[in-house]
């Protein structure tokens, strides 16, 4: 198991561990691998979508920085408050964000 799939199966179990209304996904450097919408915020992602580049949360963790910012509502019909995580490989090279 590579290091993204272990946070997808991580994220599988998250899901049924956090509260319902915490919307996070995991991606590689250019698709979404899984997302879990919130029940009450939806960004209409699915799995396999190309990654956003206006998307500023995931374009910072994937040049290896956390984010902890807002996305504007033209982006995914929200105006939110987000954190990201880079996902690194074992050489420290970024692979993916969890977002």
């Known amino acids: 198991m590579n290091r993204l799939d272990y946070y997808v199966e991580m994220a599988h ?18 698709k979404i ?7 009450t ?7 396999g979508d190309p990654l956003n580049p206006e998307d500023q949360n995931v374009a910072t963790t994937l040049r290896g ?5 807002h996305l504007p509502e033209h982006l995914y019909g ?3 408050a987000v954190k990201g995580y880079p996902i690194f490989d074992e050489d420290r090279k970024v692979i993916g964000s969890f977002f």
Request: with cysteine; aromatic share 16%; proline share 2%.
């Open 65 to 69: 920085q956390e984010y902890d910012g």
């Open 13 to 30: 179990l998250l899901r049924k561990v956090l509260d319902e209304s915490i919307l996070f996904g995991i991606t590689d450097t250019e």
């Open 41 to 47: 915020i939806d960004f209409g992602m699915k799995v």
């Open 78 to 80: 929200y105006e939110i």
């Open 33 to 39: 691998l899984c997302y879990y919408p919130s029940n």
